[in-house]
């Protein structure tokens, strides 16, 4: 089992920068493959990025790309979602994901843990 927690959310102006972290717990033992998912409200999940388990790669939705950055921290099991030029439409609850089967990166199924969340408020 791998126990997910995010952090680092807050409310922001637009144009500003914020830096998520998720961090695993549990067996985590670098194998998985991390993605990062927001859920407006009334809205359906959005893939928003995904980084290997080796850190060699990584891959982001349309609407963020060139904002936003992933990088992992092995020795401390942490994942990071670096967010600049954040925009009022930015506004979700963020969610990091763990799979060791990732195929379809933007794919939700793919992922076999989840994390709580963190709220992120971009204001005009």
């Known amino acids: 089992q791998v126990q997910l927690a995010e952090s680092g959310g807050g409310l922001v102006q637009a144009g500003d920068s914020l830096r998520l972290s998720c961090t695993a717990s549990?067996?985590?033992?670098?194998?998985?493959?991390m993605g990062w998912f927001r859920q407006a409200s009334g809205k359906e999940r959005e893939f928003v990025g995904y980084i290997h388990r080796s850190g060699s790669l990584t891959y982001f939705g349309n609407s963020v790309q060139g904002r936003f950055s992933i990088s992992r921290d092995i020795t401390k099991n942490t994942v990071y979602l670096q967010m600049h030029s954040l925009k009022p439409e930015d506004t979700a609850l963020y969610l990091c994901?763990?799979?060791?089967?990732?195929?379809?990166?933007?794919?939700?199924?793919?992922?076999?843990?989840w994390g709580q969340g963190t709220q992120v408020t971009v204001s005009s």
């Open positions: 549990g067996r985590t033992d670098g194998r998985y493959d």
């Open positions: 994901a763990a799979g060791d089967r990732v195929t379809i990166k933007t794919r939700l199924t793919d992922y076999s843990y």
